[in-house]
């Protein structure tokens, strides 16, 4: 696997859209299990406390897996394709886990609001659009230095 030795996060290899459609596939994944995590423990009437981990737990299984299925495709062993993903994702997801879940705890009423109602949706989007927009300086700044997603890279 060849690393880039060159640091420099302004490199002609590290854009804004390579860094846009990284942070796009790490949400992918990561938005699924938090908004699967926020469904059910908004459904099954569970406490703030237990909504949030399980949100964040999902959300690290669905991304790692999204980033594993490209991987282990790409033909690597399932052990080798783990560390891919979690070299690659462990840092973004983390981010965005931080901001979705700072946001939907800070809005007022969101985490008691149901599932039918607009609140709960509205304040959810909004969550899952910032750690996006907040996500994406910290992704191109890690493949910038060989780092996060750069790992995937190499077996595309």
């Known amino acids: 696997m060849h690393r880039r030795e060159h640091h420099d996060p302004h490199a002609p290899g ?3 859209r390579m860094a846009a459609r ?3 596939h790490c949400l992918t994944g990561c938005a699924i299990g938090e908004v699967l995590g926020m469904v059910i423990g908004t459904a099954a009437g569970l406490h703030n406390a237990a909504t949030v981990p399980l949100a964040i737990a999902l959300a690290f299984v ?3 897996a999204l980033t594993m299925r490209g991987v282990l495709r790409a033909g690597l062993p399932v052990r080798q394709a783990l560390k891919v993903a979690l070299a690659a994702d462990t840092v973004s997801i983390a981010v965005m886990e931080l901001i979705d879940n700072v946001v939907m705890v800070g809005v007022p009423g969101a985490m008691d609001a149901g599932l039918s109602q607009a609140l709960f949706w509205l304040s959810l989007a909004f969550s899952l659009v910032l750690a ?3 996500t994406t300086p910290v992704n191109r700044w890690m493949i910038g230095r060989g780092k996060g997603h750069a790992v995937v890279h190499a077996y595309h």
């Open 22 to 24: 990284a942070t796009l």
């Open 62 to 64: 669905f991304g790692y």
């Open 14 to 16: 590290t854009s804004w």
């Open 132 to 134: 996006f927009v907040l």
